[in-house]
């Protein structure tokens, strides 16, 4: 299984909105709603942002949304904060009844 | 609250074999498929398998069926992922994450609680 596809780096300037795209294919993202964001920090372990496409968890901020068309995921962050810059993944739930990530989408705030 | 504990890092041979631990509380062990997930230095995230608690059923990442077992014990709500014939690519950090909905669903979908993450380290 290959990971999912996303951009090395995005960067954006406070207050500015910023998307991540994640690409698959029809057997991952294109073939079900488990698409999942996650923000890691340096050092730290991951935080789940958005479940199946859209869903934000409790306690997540509103400024995190989630979307999804064809075999294509995007995360986009709106508001950009000091706070945000870190490494973003995606993840897709797969046919295989296995998961795979993305390949990860460093994000920094100018 | 909920957490996750796991064991300590780890330093092993190549060629040997090691067993991380993750202990589970807070809620009711058996009804949350628990997920193994690693990451290399520098490196993304790498899913490596999962388990239902409860039935102890288990699926794995292709690249390492053959040499990843998980296993549960219930009366310690403890989870553990074991790996065999450890390389230089199996050094990481591995985390042990909980999923975000309740057995039975129709498919597990994403990691929601994590615990602190275990470094295995693979050294002659």
């Known amino acids: 299984q290959s990971a999912l596809t996303q951009p090395a780096s995005v960067s954006g300037s406070p207050g500015q909105s910023i998307t991540i795209s994640c690409t698959g294919t029809s057997s991952d993202i294109g073939g079900y709603n488990y698409v999942s964001w996650y923000q890691q920090h340096p050092g730290k372990a991951p935080k789940l942002l958005i479940s199946d496409v859209s869903s934000r968890p409790s306690g997540v901020s509103d400024r995190f949304s989630g979307s999804k068309s064809g075999n294509t995921a995007s995360l986009t962050i709106s508001g950009l904060q000091a706070e945000d810059e870190a490494c973003y993944y995606c993840s897709s739930y797969t046919n295989r009844i296995t998961f795979v990530f993305g390949t990860g989408t460093e994000v920094t705030v100018l | 609250q909920v957490q996750l504990v796991q064991s300590g890092a780890e330093v092993k041979q190549p060629g040997a074999s090691v067993k991380v631990s993750c202990k589970a509380s807070g809620y009711t062990f058996t009804t949350y498929y628990i997920h193994w997930v690693r990451q290399a230095p520098g490196q993304g995230l790498e899913w490596v398998g999962i388990?239902?608690?409860?039935?102890?059923?288990?699926f794995y990442a292709q690249k390492l069926q053959g040499r990843v077992t998980m296993t549960r014990d219930t009366s310690t709500t403890t989870v553990y992922m074991e790996l065999t014939g450890l390389n230089s690519e199996d050094a990481a950090v591995y985390y042990c994450?909980?999923?975000?909905?309740?057995?039975?669903?129709?498919?597990?979908?994403?990691?929601?609680?994590w615990g602190q993450g275990t470094r295995v380290t693979v050294s002659s």
């Open positions: 994450a909980r999923d975000l909905r309740r057995i039975p669903a129709p498919a597990p979908g994403a990691f929601d609680i």
């Open positions: 388990i239902n608690p409860g039935a102890g059923t288990t």
